[in-house]
T-cell receptor, first 115, second 116 residues
Framework: DTGVSQDPRHKITKRGQNVTFRCDPI?????LYWYRQTLGQGPEFLTYFQNEAQLEKSRLLSDRFSAERPKGSFSTLEIQRTEQGDSAMYLC?????????????FGNGTRLTVT | AQSVAQPEDQVNVAEGNPLTVKCTYS??????LFWYVQYPNRGLQFLLKYITGDNLVKGSYGFEAEFNKSQTSFHLKKPSALVSDSALYFCAVRLNYGGATNKLIFGTGTLLAVQP
């Protein structure tokens, strides 16, 4: 169990640029989640995959945001035309198939700063 | 609407003293409740969960939590605090309804500061 891996750890970009983050979940986990955490707040749900299917998207996920998990393994989160309000920590988590009470295993996150 | 409240932004406690970090929730139906801990610049780590059964749940690193349905609370406790327990603690809830939604709703977090 090597844990959930996220890349990059930090990203600084200028407003209007596109950015893409990658998440590699724990290998046997078929469920994958993206959360966003801003300073002083708890993580907020963005989207959820079961295998390659994106089963739920939050209203927080505007049209500028897109997430994929094409082969049911790693996932990418892309933000187009970044805005300063997108600055946050983006957390990926995974969990195994089974009961909905399985704990989430979080990665260390990607901290995005939009200047 | 479903929500989780952590009424204290920060809890200060001396090493060796008992600690309590408070959490209340508001959901319809039976909730699954979780506690996670976050160290600086790291992701969240699972501590413990309540699903059903015994109201006192034991978790990692000597932490435990007590589920109180009448008060809709799930307070985190530890009999004797360590300096290394200093971190940000999050309470979270997931609805128990078996649908496709597997999202957690998190509280705003409580910073625990343990003084030596």
């Amino acid at each position: 169990d090597t844990g959930v891996s996220q890349d990059p750890r930090h990203k600084i970009t200028k407003r209007g640029q596109n950015v893409t983050f990658r998440c590699d979940p724990i290998s046997e986990h078929n469920r994958l989640y993206w959360y966003r955490q801003t300073l002083g707040q708890g993580p907020e749900f963005l989207t959820y995959f079961q295998n390659e299917a994106q089963l739920e998207k939050s209203r927080l996920l505007s049209d500028r945001f897109s997430a994929e998990r094409p082969k049911g393994s790693f996932s990418t989160l892309e933000i187009q035309r970044t805005e300063q309000g997108d600055s946050a920590m983006y957390l990926c988590a995974s969990s195994p198939a089974g009961p909905d009470n399985s704990p989430l295993h979080f990665g260390n996150g990607t901290r995005l700063t939009v200047t | 609407a479903q929500s989780v409240a952590q009424p204290e932004d920060q809890v200060n406690v001396a090493e060796g003293n008992p600690l309590t970090v408070k959490c209340t929730y508001s959901v319809s139906g039976n909730p699954y409740l979780f506690w996670y801990v976050q160290y600086p610049n790291r992701g969240l780590q699972f501590l413990l969960k309540y699903i059903t059964g015994d109201n006192l749940v034991k978790g990692s690193y000597g932490f435990e939590a007590e589920f109180n349905k009448s008060q809709t609370s799930f307070h985190l406790k530890k009999p004797s605090a360590l300096v290394s327990d200093s971190a940000l603690y999050f309470c979270a809830v997931r609805l128990n309804y078996g649908g496709a939604t597997n999202k957690l709703i998190f509280g705003t977090g409580t910073l625990l500061a343990v003084q030596p």
